[in-house]
């Protein structure tokens, strides 16, 4: 016997014809990243999330954890190769702790300016990168931006690289900054990013180094009333996705995924540049002392012993790729 609810093909498609199959439901990317909603990464996040959508049409939606709600930079980054999290927006700083040979980028005074970093992100070196990121169960989506830092601290108005010595600066977790400030004669503190603001207002730190956006849009001003115009070191930041995401998706949808990316990526350079100038105003109107007028030679004389922390590991072809081509 038939059960009741078999029907011939042809008297199938004839019952079918009378109901509207529903849409498939959008699968939702979760992209975390430890900067406020205001940022410059959730500005990138933002037109991610219109081009993916649009690209897809429909098919992928975007679901935007800010302000460390999944970790801080380094947790996500784990997060990533287990599949924890799909994607995430993070600086370079803890990057050389999975692959190493990105410690190059967070090299103090290596970039020129805006113009040299990006311009050597877009190319080759970039792409090089994008692919030892690979061989280490990460997927590089794009290169995107967190900017020059500069150095804010509750004690004293920095001008020269003696003032700095003796705080207690709150580093990022990457090796090559920490051997900079060791030069500096500054007490390096390496800490994950959503715990610094009560590090600061409980006094655990006297300072910490951080681009012109993440001081505005993480009111760090509340509490630091120091700004030094240092912009000791170029801080790259990058998209990354899970490789458990990437290898579901078809040649088509990793298209989408790289173009949205990139999409990202110009918004956040955007908005970067136009804070680089606008936010240190912002800044001084907040009540926050600026140090404009540093004489940067001094701090990139301080900090050139600790280059060999990374030659003698590396030696110095990357380096000199990224010199020459400026
Ligand atoms: O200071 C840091 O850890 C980073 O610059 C930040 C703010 C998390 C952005 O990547």
């Known amino acids: 016997r038939l059960p009741a609810f078999h029907l011939k093909p042809c008297l199938l498609a004839v019952a079918l014809a009378g109901f509207a199959l529903p849409a498939a439901a959008a699968q939702t990317i979760t992209v975390g990243h430890t900067t406020s909603d205001s940022s410059h990464y959730s500005e990138g996040i933002d037109a991610f999330k219109a081009t993916l959508e649009e690209l897809s049409d429909g098919e992928f939606t975007v679901n935007e954890q800010s302000s460390g709600a999944l970790g801080g930079e380094r947790a996500m980054i784990e997060g990533l190769q287990i599949g924890t999290i799909d994607a995430v927006v993070t600086s370079t700083g803890p990057l050389g702790n999975f692959v190493p040979e990105t410690y190059v980028l ?68 990457n090796e090559m900054h920490m051997a900079a400030f060791n030069e500096m004669g500054v007490h390096p503190t390496p800490m994950a990013f959503p715990e610094l603001f009560t590090a600061l207002q409980q006094g655990t730190v006297d300072g910490q180094e951080n681009p012109i956006s993440v001081i505005l849009t993480g009111n760090l001003w509340e509490v630091q009333d120091r700004l030094s115009l240092t912009g000791h070191v170029y801080s790259p930041a990058i998209m990354l996705a899970s490789p458990i995401l990437w290898d579901g998706l078809s040649d088509e949808q990793k298209g989408w995924f790289m173009e949205a990316a990139q999409a990202g990526a110009e918004a956040t350079r955007a908005m970067v540049s136009r804070l680089e100038t606008e936010g240190v105003e912002e800044l001084k109107a907040k ?11 001094q701090f990139q004389a301080a900090v050139e012993p600790s280059y060999s922390v990374y030659t003698d590991e590396y030696g110095s072809e990357m380096l000199d790729r990224i010199r020459s081509s400026d």
């Open 106 to 173: 967070d090299l103090p005074f290596l970039f020129k300016d805006y113009d040299h970093a990006r311009c050597v992100l877009d190319g080759e070196v970039g792409q090089d990168l994008l692919d030892k990121i690979g061989e280490h169960d990460l997927v590089g989506l794009a290169w995107t931006e967190n900017g020059f830092r500069h150095m804010t601290n509750s004690q004293r108005d920095i001008e020269t690289p003696e003032d700095a010595q003796g705080l207690k600066i709150r580093t990022m977790e």
């Open 287 to 297: 009540g926050m002392t600026v140090v404009d007028d540093i004489d940067k030679s």
